[in-house]
């Protein structure tokens, strides 16, 4: 079955440190996206992308970059982590417009606490 | 930009019952979709039910079923003989039906709790 995972589930880190959060997902869809999650504030968009070699910032995006080299991964990076990135992160894909189911699928979540 | 807004931060039900969730949204588009997620304590999030915008008839799946009420902006989920496995938080969710607007835009959420 086509699946989204995200890598770690978990991860604590230091201040100042650069993190990377792995997505992959099996679906072949092309657009995927960035999620953080925050208690009172839902789901915000930080970055997505709609294809190889396309990105786009969302909502949250400073502090964080992505990558798309392939259909597969996104990964996330925070380049410098700072405490207010203490969150719950999830990423989705989507197929786009027009070519079929409309809905997002997404990972299990990965927890990030930045102490 | 669009906006999705949940009024009900926590909404109780005892087991069995019918319970109805708000959302509504702010939007100046003709065309989308419209969705509920289900994320449960496992923190998967799970789609619920979807509801494309040019379609008048209301989407149902088992016990789920919506109110959509285009001109009102409003989507409201019913869930019918409530039990315990429907316990966790109700995202409601949009996103456009353009080319390039792919992404969906989350309201706050709606935090059920079904008393047994």
Known sequence: ??????????KITETGRQV?????????????FWYRQDLGHGLRLIHYSYGVQDTNKGEVSDGYSVSRSNTEDLPLTLESAASSQTS??????????GQGRVEAFFGQGTRLTVV | ??????????????EAETVTLSCTYDTSESDYYLFW????????????????????????????????????????LKISDSQLGDAAMYFCAY??????????????????????
């Open chain 2, 37 to 76: 997620y289900k994320q449960p304590p496992s923190r998967q999030m799970i789609l619920v039910i979807r509801q494309e915008a040019y379609k008048q008839q209301n989407a149902t799946e088992n016990r789920f079923s919506v109110n959509f009420q285009k001109a009102a902006k409003s989507f409201s």
């Open chain 2, 95 to 116: 996103r456009s039906a353009g080319v390039g607007a792919d992404g969906l835009t989350f309201g706050k959420g709606t935090h059920l709790i079904i008393q047994p």
């Open chain 1, 20 to 32: 990377t959060l792995a997505c992959h997902q099996t679906w072949n869809h092309n657009n995927m």
């Open chain 1, 1 to 10: 079955d086509a699946e989204i995972t995200q890598s770690p589930r978990h």
């Open chain 2, 1 to 14: 930009a669009q906006t999705v807004t949940q009024s009900q931060p926590e909404m109780s039900v005892q």
């Open chain 1, 88 to 97: 719950v992160y999830f990423c989705a894909s989507s197929p786009r417009t």
